[in-house]
């Protein structure tokens, strides 16, 4: 098995540029000691002792990663993708469930740093990061995926997420190009910074457009077993927009496993998407593809937004201030879900 010295008699250097190296402190390096490096590592298949490291340094070349639930696929898919960006710097991921109990996430995040991991990311943002304050004050990196960027740098924690207000307003301005002037906005209860700006987002737009008095929000009740049960409490919001005396010809949900709820809703009541309701997501999840008929949705560059979010703890790790946060626009993907708004039968009904 290949060690540091013969990494270093390769590329022709000491074996504390190669510790230099391999701990990401590059300053002082020209290129092309990079480069040789970089290509005897290669060479020679050198992996470095995790445990040696954290004997020698106290840390460990682990990310703690913090969502609320696996059982929503969107967070398996950022799992994923956090996964990649993290395997290609050189660290390995821990995943915590937390099912957004902010107790939760701080004794998560404080066992991570007892075990040396210097970073981690919380894959769904509470609306204020403050319990996690503390423990950004005392050097641990922390980035929040999806959260409030300027409630997140008072409390020292970067922010990487997509333009969540934006994603409501491409959904509202779909569905009023396509006629529709009576429309509903389901969301959850108001815990995530996400889902107060795709709430706020929803609104602006549908001022903009003069629907006051023509939009419904819905609000799903909280309920003990989080993401678990949104699809069936998004059943339970189908069948209440089915019988609304002026029922909404179009509908967007707070995200694709909630609108996969609404849709089962409106069709246990006879409603046909999109011939009576034109049905709109947020995330694309593999699954609005493969709906029938396929949802149109809002989707997050869930890869550009990992890689940036371990480059940006990478990078956090050891100083003093967190990095620059980075936002990110969504981008509408108009499937077979939306269609022209058809003419009111006399009831009020589509």
Request: hydrophobic letters at 45%; proline letters at 6%.
């Given at each position: 098995?290949?060690?540091?010295?013969?990494?270093?008699?390769?590329?022709?250097?000491?074996?504390?540029?190669?510790?230099?190296?391999?701990?990401?402190?590059?300053?002082?390096?020209?290129?092309?000691?990079?480069?040789?490096?970089?290509?005897?590592?290669?060479?020679?298949?050198?992996?470095?002792?995790?445990?040696?490291?954290?004997?020698?340094?106290?840390?460990?070349?682990?990310?703690?990663?913090?969502?609320?639930?696996?059982?929503?696929?969107?967070?398996?898919?950022?799992?994923?993708?956090?996964?990649?960006?993290?395997?290609?710097?050189?660290?390995?991921?821990?995943?915590?469930?937390?099912?957004?109990?902010?107790?939760?996430?701080?004794?998560?995040a404080e066992e991570l740093a007892a075990f040396g991991v210097r970073g981690i990311i919380t894959g769904s943002s509470l609306l204020n990061p403050r319990h996690l304050s503390g423990l950004a004050a005392k050097g641990l990196a922390i980035v929040a995926f999806e959260g409030n960027a300027a409630l997140s740098a008072?409390?020292?924690?970067?922010?990487?997420?997509?333009?969540?207000?934006?994603a409501t307003t491409l959904a509202v301005d779909h569905l009023v190009g396509l006629g529709h002037r009576h429309i509903a906005y389901v969301t959850g209860p108001l815990?995530?910074?996400?889902?107060?700006?795709?709430?706020?987002?929803?609104?602006?737009?549908?001022?903009?457009?003069?629907?006051?008095?023509?939009?419904?929000?819905?609000?799903?009740?909280?309920?003990?077993?989080?993401?678990?049960?949104?699809?069936?409490?998004?059943?339970?919001?189908?069948?209440?927009?089915?019988?609304?005396?002026?029922?909404?010809?179009?509908?967007?949900?707070?995200?694709?496993?909630?609108?996969?709820?609404?849709?089962?809703?409106?069709?246990?009541?006879?409603?046909?998407?999109?011939?009576?309701?034109?049905?709109?997501?947020?995330?694309?999840?593999?699954?609005?593809?493969?709906?029938?008929?396929?949802?149109?949705?809002?989707?997050?560059?869930?890869?550009?937004?990992?890689?940036?979010?371990?480059?940006?703890?990478?990078?956090?790790?050891?100083?003093?201030?967190?990095?620059?946060?980075?936002?990110?626009?969504?981008?509408?993907?108009?499937?077979?879900?939306?269609?022209?708004?058809?003419?009111?039968?006399?009831?009020?009904?589509?």
């Amino acid at each position: 098995m290949a060690t540091i010295l013969d990494v270093a008699r390769i590329a022709g250097v000491s074996a504390s540029s190669v510790s230099n190296f391999l701990n990401d402190r590059h300053a002082k390096m020209t290129p092309a000691t990079l480069e040789r490096i970089r290509s005897a590592v290669a060479e020679l298949g050198y992996k470095p002792s995790s445990a040696a490291r954290q004997l020698k340094t106290g840390h460990s070349a682990v990310i703690g990663l913090l969502v609320p639930s696996v059982a929503n696929p969107f967070f398996g898919e950022i799992a994923t993708a956090i996964q990649h960006a993290a395997q290609a710097r050189g660290h390995q991921v821990i995943l915590c469930n937390t099912y957004r109990d902010p107790q939760r996430e701080t004794e998560f995040a404080e066992e991570l740093a007892a075990f040396g991991v210097r970073g981690i990311i919380t894959g769904s943002s509470l609306l204020n990061p403050r319990h996690l304050s503390g423990l950004a004050a005392k050097g641990l990196a922390i980035v929040a995926f999806e959260g409030n960027a300027a409630l997140s740098a008072a409390q020292g924690i970067t922010v990487v997420s997509t333009d969540n207000a934006l994603a409501t307003t491409l959904a509202v301005d779909h569905l009023v190009g396509l006629g529709h002037r009576h429309i509903a906005y389901v969301t959850g209860p108001l815990q995530t910074a996400a889902r107060a700006a795709r709430l706020n987002g929803f609104r602006t737009a549908a001022r903009r457009h003069g629907l006051d008095g023509h939009v419904h929000e819905i609000s799903l009740p909280p309920n003990e077993f989080g993401d678990d049960m949104i699809a069936e409490l998004g059943i339970d919001a189908g069948l209440t927009i089915a019988r609304l005396q002026q029922r909404p010809t179009g509908v967007i949900a707070m995200n694709d496993l909630l609108a996969i709820g609404l849709a089962a809703g409106l069709r246990e009541q006879g409603l046909a998407i999109p011939d009576d309701i034109s049905l709109v997501g947020i995330d694309d999840l593999f699954l609005a593809r493969l709906m029938n008929p396929p949802m149109t949705s809002v989707r997050q560059p869930l890869s550009a937004m990992a890689h940036a979010a371990i480059d940006c703890l990478v990078d956090a790790m050891g100083q003093a201030q967190p990095v620059q946060s980075r936002i990110f626009p969504p981008e509408l993907i108009v499937r077979q879900s939306t269609a022209p708004t058809m003419p009111r039968k006399p009831n009020g009904r589509g």
